[in-house]
Every structure is written in structure tokens, then in C-alpha cells.
């Protein structure tokens, strides 16, 4: 296979968790407040929370701002990062941070009690996966 | 060093991404909505956002809930979940999630471009980690 | 559903990332080395590597130490902690982390080419993903 | 502050977890085993241990091989796909993914108890942090 001609994901959701080492002091609020002003001035789509900031659009350009989030703080003085980055992509359809939380917001309002239909499914799924296995070993062997 | 008697630590803030594996759908949300009811009935302080919730509380309690999490989702037929938790604890001073964003916020508030002084303290800090370093090679020599 | 009585998981693997925050040096080997010679001597099996430590054991004894590991750090003078925990629990099958690096190289050993095998097997999951969800829409339907 | 100039660090050390969501079975091997051969492709040196593979290289060159990882499952037909990050960079030093084991091993070998000097050297930078403040303060009401 090409591995070079594959291309990067035109869209993702990352969220990220910036920390300075070696700072002195225990206090990162200023850093990433500083780190925030770039996001900003980026264009990129984004949602600060306490745990991180989620970042949206093309997977080159949101991996491009959380690099230029160490750089600036490199260049001020901060001698070592260290980002946790939960990055997502899908195909099935395009979701953006808000969606995700508003679904789930949905499934709460809608009942307090998981429902049968819910419990249903899942028993479903787990035995649609275990015949989805039996059909493939059938299809291995059909090929072997 | 007695490490037995070391406990966990009385307050700590984690945010948890939960993440079911092989259950033949790409949508999470229902099983998502399932943990947040459990949250919920635990009584622990709890944020949720679009990429994880944060939750509030003694070292052992954020993560036995994150830990039933697994099991209730284990019961319903998901046979495996993988999750990334970022957990912080900090002897200084008591911090809530919200006071982490307020802070960053205020920060913003009180200034589009970065203050002189908030450079000079960046220049400072470095200044110091360095006196520091060549301070606690003397002590070191001091010491040999 | 009564979430109170849901144990946790009686086996996991947990790799973590601890990060010192305030330390004045940007090198954090010695509070490794600290942390590791906790581990050693919780009797927990586990694994270093450059990115952080693996460990396997029950879910509540695991994230105990890793606990204990801040609770030590703390009690040396490291007023702030940050780790990040990649945990995962499985109920079809016991698999060490040894084991799950072996059955990645053993089916890098057996093709260096993916096979015509798997190619199917992705093809084929992906259209019973799609007939479970159809079919499950047909189930709802009859539920409602 | 002109941040569109702000270029990604040369050099980082990026650990990733890739979880395939939707794939009807909980066995993930096959696709880290396909990445596998990826990053074998691309040139970027690596490791591979049971919680990750670990990466080295400029920041955009491993962000980018992550994607096009990404993109390679999506391809096969993995409709949606969850991948932690553990990135850092430092200024520092150069330092390697074998370097940071090399250095704790070593603090290891050396002394199964923490050194007295270890001891103090976490109380002096305590004591410096704490001198930094309070520096810091009178300096913030001299520029006052």
C-alpha cells in the first residue's frame, strides 16, 4: 500500500490539556490564559472547559495551533510542555462539540430510567457482534 | 521509606473520557447518558462537556464511580472500554473546576495583549529556576 | 437501577503519566524514580517505558497507587500533580499488556502486506454495523 | 503579538493510543497492527509498548503520520476513531524516548532509598518558589 499519498482528516474534534513544567511556581493560569489569546486570534473554532480546550476543524490546523501554543510559551521562558490531546474523527457523519453535548442531554431529558428499548439494544448489539463473528470465522474459512 | 501507610490524596479533580469498544454502533451517547445518570445518583460534584466530565472529590471516590462506570457498562454487554482519565491534586490551595476557568477568564478580561509584567514575570521565573539550579549545585558541593 | 451495589472492575490495566507542576526544574526523573520505587514496592505488576508506567491489577488497588504516588510527591514538597490514565477493562478475555503487544507482533510477523482476509473483515463489520442499526430501527418501530 | 508567525516545536516525543469505535468486535490488533506498519513506512522513529506507541520527531511530522493513521482506518471502513496524545517538547535539551528510561534506570541503580541531598533539594525549591513569589510581589508593586 501508499502509505504516503493517505492525507489527514478534514475534520476533528481535539481537546487539549496544556502543561508547563519547571515553572516555579504551581500556577499555570497565566500561561494559559496567554495560550487562550492565541486560540482566538487563530479563527479556529474552540470550547475552554476546566479539564482543557476542545478544538474544531481540520486535523493540520488544530495540531498547527496546539504547536504554536508550545512555542509561544518556549519562547517565554518555559523550558518543557507537556499536552494531552483527545483527538476524534469520524465518517459516519459531522459532529460538532455542542452536538455531542446535546445529544446526551437529549437521552437524560427523555427518561430517568434507562428504557427497555435501551437495554434491547444493547443485548442486540452484543449478539449482532457475536453472529457478525461466527459469519466472518464462516467467511475465513470460505477463503481458506 | 514506609509506603504502605501512604493514603490517597483528600480532594482531587478528574476528568474522564469513557470509551466503549466493539459495540457495533460509532454512537456513544446512550451509553454516555447511562453514565451520567450513575454519576448523578453518586452525589460526587460533577461537569460535563463535550470531550469528557470532570468530577469533584476524595482521590477514592472520583475513581470508584469512574471505575462502576466500567462495570455498568461491562453488564449491559459491552465487553470492553478503554478510558483516558487526567487527574490532578495540589496541597496549596483548595481549587473547584470553576475556579480554574474563572481564573482564566478573568485573566482575559483584564487584558487582550499580554502585559508587561506579565512578561517580566515569565523572564523572572526563568532567572530564578536558573539562580536555583546553580544555587543547589553549591549546596550539592557543599554536601559531597 | 440501583448504581450504589456496582462493584469495580476485579482486573485492569492502567498506564500513567505523572507530572510534577511547580518544581522549579524542568527535570522530573528523581520524582519518577520515586514513584517507581513506590510501585516496586506495592507488588503490582507493571511496566515502565518512556511515556509513562503501566500497571495491571484490580481497578481499585491500581488507581490506590497511583494515588499514593501523588500523596508522596505532595508530602516531598510538590505542591501541584497532573497524570494522565489511560485505563482499560475487558470481560470476554484476561489479556496482559505482554500479551497485547505479542498478538500486534505476531500479526506484523505473519503479513508485512494486510491480507485480502482482513480487508474483508473491515468491509464486512462495516456492512453488519450498518444492518444491526437497520435492523434495530425495525426493532423500535415495533417497540414503540 | 503577531501569533501567525509562531512556528510548531522541531522536536517532541508524542505517545498515542488509538481506540477504532464501532467495529463490531473488541479485538483492536488487527488495526494497530495496520498503523504499525504505517509509522514503519513513514521513517518517524518509534516504540511501541502495550499502552501506546511512542513517536519522535518534528511536531508536525508526527501529529501528520497520526492523522493519516486516522485517515488509513477510515479508509477501511472504521467509521469513527478516539486517539489519546501525550505530547511534549522541551528546550532544554534534546532528549530521547530511550534517554528518559536510561535516567530514571539509572537513579535507580544508584540508590534504593531517596539520598538525603534528593531530600533537600525538594525542600530548597519549595523554599525558591516561595522566595520567587514573594520577589515576584515586590517587583509587581515597584512597576505599580
Redesign the interface.
Known sequence: ?D??S????EH??A?F?L????????????Q???V???IE??GVKY??????T?LEGS??RV??VI??A???L???????????????????KEQT??D??N??KE??ATG???T???????????A??Y???E??DN??AG?A
Open positions: 500500500m502509505y504516503k493517505l492525507r489527514t482528516p476533528c474534534l481537546d490539556c502543561i508547563p513544567i519547571g515553572t516555579a511556581s504551581a500556577s499555570v493560569s497565566s494559559i490564559a496567554e487562550q489569546r492565541l486570534a487563530s470550547t475552554m472547559h476546566s479539564a482543557g476542545t486535523w493540520d495540531h498547527e504547536g504554536q508550545h512555542t509561544l518556549h519562547e517565554q521562558g518555559v523550558v518543557r510542555i507537556q499536552t494531552d490531546i483527545r483527538v476524534g474523527s469520524r465518517t459516519d462539540a455542542e455531542k453535548v445529544k446526551v437521552l437524560l430517568k430510567e434507562q427497555d428499548v435501551d437495554k434491547a439494544t444493547a443485548v442486540y448489539a452484543a449482532e457482534a453472529k457478525a463473528g459469519a466472518f467467511l475465513k477463503w
